[in-house]
């Protein structure tokens, strides 16, 4: 067994746009704690991802606070587990000014007896008029074994303001199963086809072309089954 350790700190200052990206492809037998922590000043933007293609257990913890008016943060996670694979995510956005906005959207998708977490908070504080911020978590349990647990929380002290939670968890659309397959697509491929599709919106978020294509493709082998290890590891052999 193996335990890693991470902190990252973002300082934005005024008018600043940082883009923090996190691609996790760890070994079964690793056990990560990931703290990531924002402070933005005014008119900055940052935009944080973090996505899981291979773990074991992973817990991320991402503290954001908004100091300065019309700054923006992004959020965005994403966790493709299956066996026994572990991840759960903790967001905690403060909004202590006014006029910022905050979007979060975290994805999971869980097969055989795999669990997930999602615990998202969000406060807007006494003098934070016209804060917009919104929080969605969408997962898919593709098995009857695996295990969502999800909490989305608003916490709100203004009164003028506009923010929403959103959490569903089901499983793939039989509907769309059928179209597939009716229309010469074989099951197993058709299921992947709809797996790789729920992830879209979580990569749209990345802002870097090329990563973006290049996560794509890594996303496509791992629902594949082909990425049954993390790169360039020789532990699970």
């Not at 659309?173 to 010469?184: I, S, V």
Request: contains cysteine.
């Amino acid at each position: 067994q193996f335990v890693v350790t991470q902190v990252v700190e973002v300082v934005a200052d005024r008018g600043a746009q940082v883009d923090f990206y996190e691609l996790e492809e760890n070994s079964e037998k690793v056990k990560k704690l990931n703290n990531v922590y924002s402070e933005q000043k005014e008119n900055s933007n940052v935009t944080v991802s973090g996505i899981t293609l291979h773990n074991g257990f992973t817990r991320n913890n991402y503290r954001f606070r908004l100091l300065g008016e019309h700054a923006e943060a992004h959020i965005g996670g994403l966790a493709i587990c299956d066996k026994e694979q572990h991840v759960d995510n903790f967001a905690f956005l403060d909004h202590s000014v006014p006029n910022c906005l905050s979007n979060e959207l975290f994805k999971y998708s869980l097969q055989d007896s795999a669990t997930g977490v999602f615990c998202g908070r969000i406060l807007v504080e006494k003098d934070a008029q016209k804060t917009l911020a919104y929080q969605n978590n969408k997962n898919l349990c593709v098995s009857e074994e695996a295990r969502m647990f999800s909490k989305p929380q608003l916490e709100i002290y203004a009164d003028d303001v506009k923010c929403s939670h959103g959490l569903t968890t089901g499983q793939l659309d039989e509907d769309a199963m059928f179209y597939l397959q009716a229309r010469g697509i074989p099951k197993e491929e058709a299921r992947m086809l709809l797996m790789v599709a729920f992830t879209q919106d979580v990569v749209d978020l990345i802002r870097i072309d090329t990563l973006r294509d290049r996560l794509v493709q890594l996303i496509n082998k791992r629902f594949r089954g082909e990425l049954i290890r993390c790169g360039n590891c020789n532990v699970c052999k």
